[in-house]
């Protein structure tokens, strides 16, 4: 049962352009963690969520985790070649912090 | 070098071999994962470790895939009688357990592929 959904699957945009992937459950979570994949490589931890309402910033990338802490999203603005790469959110469900739920990912690419 | 190790980076077997992939984490986190992951997609959970005591096993483990952390530190996964559908990127993570957030660091993965 895929409990996070996110959207768009895939995204193909110009270098410059803002874009925004959301990431969307029923599920309540206590925190909520964004990674980054190259091909080939393993997810990289981007950030970790966990009040509800929370903003992160990260250079030109900015998290926010929903009121309810069910749905976060995350915005790139002025996107490079180099955020090219599969975004994936991970939620840890409240009340268990052994296991993450991932969601499928945003493969993305930035075309110069 | 002190990230998630995992060995080999590629395996490429015919269909019906066993193949056993290996995963060192991180010295001291105390949690280890395996995932599986095809391509474009996100990991699929397939079994969790904390120290030596394996804890939770997906249903997408079939018999044929055991793992093992004998002295809770490194891990590995064998696939006996490998099928064409088990080609995909097999993932370790490790993470420190606490009562806290779960922060999971990722090794670069095994590419198996089955002819």
């Known amino acids: 049962t895929q409990l996070l959904e996110q959207s768009p699957q895939f995204l193909s945009i110009q270098e410059g352009e803002n874009l925004t992937v959301y990431c969307n459950s029923s599920?309540?979570?206590?925190?909520l963690q964004w990674y980054r994949q190259e091909p080939g490589e393993g997810p990289v931890l981007l950030v970790t969520v966990v009040t509800g309402g929370e903003v992160k910033k990260l250079k030109r990338l900015t998290f926010q985790f929903g009121d309810a802490r069910k749905d976060s999203s995350l915005h790139i603005t002025a996107a490079q070649p180099g955020d090219t790469g599969l975004y994936l959110c991970a939620g840890a469900e409240a009340g268990n912090n052994r296991k993450l739920i991932w969601g499928l990912g945003t493969s993305l690419a930035v075309n110069p | 070098d002190t990230g998630v190790s995992q060995d080999p980076r590629h395996k490429i077997t015919k269909r019906g071999q066993n193949v056993t992939f290996r995963c060192d984490p991180i010295?001291?986190?105390?949690?280890l994962y395996w995932y599986r992951q095809t391509l474009g997609q996100g990991p699929e959970f397939l079994t969790y470790f904390q120290n030596e005591a394996q804890l939770e096993k997906s249903r997408l483990l079939s018999d044929r895939f055991s793992a093992e952390r004998p002295k809770g530190s490194f891990s590995t996964l064998e696939i006996q009688r490998t099928e064409q559908g088990d080609s995909a990127m097999y993932l370790c993570a490790s993470s420190l357990g606490t009562s806290g957030l779960l922060k999971q660091f990722f090794g670069p993965g095994t590419r198996l592929t089955v002819l």
């Open positions: 599920s309540v979570f206590s925190s």
């Open positions: 010295s001291e986190h105390n949690r």
